[in-house]
């Protein structure tokens, strides 16, 4: 197996994420498009045509009980049409969110601005909004594979 670097892990981990809602909206008979670019400023998916989608995929900041992402995001991820958040599973740690994908109003949602303890400037959701809603569990296989990179230093 190579090893891969934090960098690469939360870019296969966001993929993997992004597959996961590929395959759920899909089932739902939605048509999907990919953004082929990387560093897309507007969407991750195209949805039918005309629906714009974010995914954020990631272990919860159980400390807070939010999801984070950084500053340079929050534009898009309040501008989308549907933003989405995959809670992955902590390998070790149990959390309520484990496993859920979670269909956000993006121009509804609250956020707090904070400083992690390397001094990165962070975006935190907290999960427990009515903004957030939990539309469906992955299952185990989903699980497995996207606990693969995840990055947390919870440990």
Request: aromatic fraction near 10%.
């Amino acid at each position: 197996m190579m090893i891969m670097s934090k960098e690469q892990m939360m870019n296969e981990l966001g993929l993997s994420g992004e597959k996961v809602i590929i395959n759920m909206l899909s089932e739902l008979g939605c048509k999907i498009q990919s953004s082929i670019n990387k560093f897309d400023n507007r969407k991750d998916l195209m949805v039918d045509g005309k629906y714009t989608v974010e995914v954020k995929t990631q272990a919860p900041f159980f400390k807070l009980n939010c999801f984070t992402f950084t500053p340079s995001q929050l534009n898009k991820c309040q501008n989308v049409d549907v933003l989405y958040f995959i809670s992955v599973p902590h390998p070790k740690f149990k959390h309520f969110s484990d496993g859920w994908i979670y269909r956000v109003e993006p121009k509804n949602f609250t956020f707090s601005r904070w400083i992690d303890k390397k001094g990165i400037p962070r975006i935190l959701v907290p999960i427990k909004q009515d903004s957030l809603i939990a539309v469906k569990k992955i299952n185990q296989e989903e699980i497995s594979e996207l606990q693969k990179y995840i990055t947390t230093e919870y440990k």
